[in-house]
């Protein structure tokens, strides 16, 4: 009770550490010890369009990384073929006519690299061997072609040519259960997005209901870029205008706990990772089943089952459906599909973030630099919260100014706890101040920095994205450990001018917890690093220009370390 203020800061302090260590945990792949996920209630398999049985997610044929040849029919070797467009460069399979390969020519491979280094474009969808990452679709509701049956390449398209803005690629299957299934996907110049129609031909004698599919498969290996210190969310993801968007963690998936929205007709379903996402799009309308599920070690799918009209001998069924295979960037997102832009995950503080975003890009729009855009926005964001910080630092000063006093007094006392504390409220009472006035003004400020950290993890504009001088990649350590430690150097100096607290126990804590948080920040992207200096420098700025103005001399307040 001696320091409401520092009990306060411990608090948080340890709250910090707590989310740390289950941070830790979940990236070490075990449970949280402190905040465990709920258990929600196991999937259910959706109904069938015909009120009977449902054709759960299992009736969806196993996807396999190899090339295998279909089950049940005969056994044929399977082909790629190469597309390209100019911003994909894309592959197919001739089994299923599945697309197997996705690279974005826009974005580099690796980073941190200088603009004048070279590098491989960016791989999101492979079937490598180690990895699985693939979007498939197929009939389902009899013995019907699948993602596993043979189909062949009508023509040879190859590449958009110049002054050609879009290119067709049309697989067709043969007859298999009296149906033939052919997949025309339609590519346009500029575009991540896929036009990807299905036809169902009725070959046989009788009327059939197949089902049609669509699904992504992936492994659930962790991406190279995740860090014990911060973590993004990688899996698969549906998103419905009733239940928004639903994250779905790998592990629910195999201990059958996902719980999501099943039956609907509008929304997507969508595997996510850190800057990159894909996603199956059906016109709202369309009845269909969301699933996800997993397949085999390591290996998962999330897809919708969509429901069909019965189609007569000789007839025929058209479904259109769109695959988007992209960069998180926001804008593109928000002209895809009404909800996308989700994919670009903010957590809880996205209506806080998404205006922090969109004052950063309209930055970028005039500095052209991510990096001055961080530097400016932190700077309009301190003049906001001008008034508000300035009254914390009128308090911290009044503070130091009464701490020789606090100190001789707590020495005196020091046998007397109790009159210790009612000394101390006297002498707080009588010079106007409140242990907890430098507290609350930094406290409400405190969501709107965590909001504007996410809005820099998040964006794929980081990606690559050159600052200055040696700073290549703002999504990336600083390759020197320059900026961290400019950034720990600026956090002492900060903490320096605080007062000290009156315990000396609590004293060396103040100075040793910066230190600790510090070389967290050698571990981070540049960007942010970048964007908590300029917060530090401003501060003490500010801080110093108070103190100055209210007569407390500018002394560096350090503890004694024995």
């Known amino acids: 009770m001696n320091d409401i203020r520092r009990s306060i800061l411990w608090v948080v302090f340890g709250l910090c550490m707590v989310l740390i260590w289950d941070k830790w945990q979940i990236h070490n792949g075990k449970q949280p010890t402190f905040f465990p996920s709920a258990t929600p209630p196991a999937a259910t398999a959706p109904a069938a369009a015909n009120g009977g049985q449902a054709a759960a997610p ?33 592959t197919f399979n001739s089994e299923g006519g599945s697309l197997i390969g996705a690279q974005l020519l826009k974005h ?3 980073t941190g690299q200088s603009k004048t280094h070279t590098d491989a474009p960016f791989t999101l969808l ?68 896929i036009d990807v129609k299905h036809e169902v031909i009725n070959t046989g004698s009788q009327p059939v209901a197949p089902q049609l599919y669509v699904q992504l498969v992936r492994d659930g290996s962790k991406l190279d870029s995740d860090t014990p210190f911060y973590s993004t969310f990688t899996g698969p993801a549906i998103y419905t205008e009733a239940q928004k968007y639903q994250k779905v963690e790998f592990e629910q998936i195999a201990n059958n706990k996902a719980s999501f929205e099943k039956s609907t007709d509008n929304g997507y379903v969508a595997m996510v990772q850190h800057y990159f996402a894909s996603a199956w799009l059906l016109g709202d309308g369309v009845q269909r089943d969301n699933f996800v599920r997993k397949v085999d ?43 996308l832009v989700l994919v670009k995950d903010y957590g809880w503080l996205t209506i806080l973030a998404k205006p922090l975003y969109w004052l950063l890009e309209k930055i970028h729009g005039f500095v052209q630099n991510w990096g001055w855009a961080i530097v400016l926005l932190v700077v309009l964001i301190k003049a906001a919260f001008y008034w508000l910080n300035a009254s914390a630092y009128r308090s911290m000063a009044k503070m130091k100014a009464i701490n020789p006093r606090i100190m001789e007094m707590r020495e005196r006392l020091k046998s007397n706890p109790q009159q210790m504390q009612m000394e101390m409220m006297r002498i707080y ?6 242990p907890l006035g430098g507290c609350f003004p930094i406290l409400i400020q405190i969501p709107v920095f965590i909001a504007l950290y996410w809005v820099l993890l998040s964006s794929v504009e980081m990606r690559n994205a050159p600052w200055a001088a040696w700073i290549h990649d703002l999504s990336s350590p600083d390759p020197y450990y320059i900026l961290p430690l400019v950034m720990a150097i600026t956090t002492m100096i900060q903490t320096a001018l605080n007062p000290l607290p009156p315990d000396p126990l609590q004293a060396k804590m103040m100075w040793l917890m910066p230190l600790m948080f510090s070389v967290m920040f050698f571990f981070f992207p540049s960007g942010l690093v970048l964007y908590w200096i300029t917060n530090n420098i401003l501060t003490i700025a500010q801080q110093a220009h108070i103190n100055h103005r209210m007569g407390v001399p500018l002394k560096f307040n350090m503890p004694k370390f024995k």
Not at 429 to 434: A, M
Request: hydrophobic residues 40%; glycine residues 10%.
């Open 126 to 193: 492979t079937q490598d061997g180690q990895h699985v990452y693939v979007a498939q679709s197929g009939l389902i509701g009899g013995s019907f072609p699948t993602h596993k049956t043979p189909m062949a390449l009508v023509g040879n398209p190859s590449a958009l040519a110049d002054g050609q803005d879009e290119l067709k690629v049309r697989f067709e299957s043969a007859d298999q259960g009296g149906v033939k299934l052919a997949k025309t996907y339609t590519l346009r110049r500029g575009s991540y997005v």
């Open 429 to 434: 009472k009588e010079e106007k101040v409140n």
């Open 58 to 90: 299992a009736a969806v044929p196993a996807a396999s990384g190899a090339e295998a040849a279909p089950a049940g029919g005969v056994s044929a070797v399977a082909t790629r073929h190469s597309v390209r467009t100019d911003v994909l460069d894309l």
């Open 108 to 110: 580099a491979q690796s």
């Open 297 to 339: 070690n390591n290996l998962y799918s999330v897809g919708t089952i969509a429901r069909l009209p019965e189609i007569a001998p000789g007839q025929a069924q058209a479904l259109d459906a769109r695959l988007f295979v992209g960069p998180q960037a926001e804008k593109m997102l928000e002209k895809v599909a009404p909800g």
